[in-house]
């Protein structure tokens, strides 16, 4: 996918250079027209920080990775124990600080939940693009005026590599992730109804994963408790009977259900 940097005056775009190789891509100002018949991404940096467009859908607003979204808040607000993503973790079982890694972490928001509930979470993110803007919305939140949303953000830290690579330089470590949660990319659904903005975005931004199996392989040779590996659509008993390697059980959520693989033995659901 293309990249172009559409930049204000006189922001300083320099430490994009550890995410990306700026001087091969195109920066234009803010008053200098893109070019009419470019059909990739933008990438937005001013001072308000980073955000993300795509010049075929100029009537929505670009993507700006926010923990302070009112919808993230709504989220937090309302989340519990019970809640699927938080049940699948153990939050309901273990006691805190649980140390989570987060293998795709993506825009970030299943990581604030769970920071924000006391874990301490690693976030591993490939995708150059989404690692610089996970980056900047973690350096605008803790230089916030909000001290509770600081100490989640500061129980948050970000890797920019891939999973696989990064499981396998802590594999043989003492110190292991006790939860290793995986939310690969699905591919794009094939319905007439439009799919959210942000998810459109990452579907461009992150390609469907191939290599599930590879990276649930590594989760589990490396979790210290439990792998947790997201899913599209509602639970079926069915298909978690036929699943290699078989899950212990599932966790039902409203349009994804978490499938759970325990690695100490011990547990019980």
Known sequence: MQLIIQKRDPVDISLLDEYLNIKELPVFLDNEAVP???SGLILHCAEGGLSISCSGNKSASPTQINFSSDSLQ????TSKRSEGLLKAIGLDKYSLPLHILDGTAGLG???YIMAAMG???SMVEKSPIMAALLNDGLKRGINSADP???SYLQRM???????ISHLKGIEKSAIKPDVIYLDPMFPAREKSAKVKKDMALMQKLLP???????????ALRTA???VVLKRPGKAKPKAMKQASPRPEFQVPGKACHFQVYLTARADSQ
């Open 208 to 218: 469907a994963n191939d290599n599930v199996a590879e990276m649930l392989d590594m």
């Open 74 to 77: 709504y989220r937090l607000n």
């Open 119 to 121: 874990c301490q979470v």
């Open 224 to 226: 210290g408790k439990r």
């Open 36 to 38: 009419e018949n470019y």
């Open 109 to 111: 928001t299943d990581a």
């Open 148 to 150: 509770l949303q600081k």
């Open 157 to 163: 830290t970000l890797h920019f590599t891939d999973v």
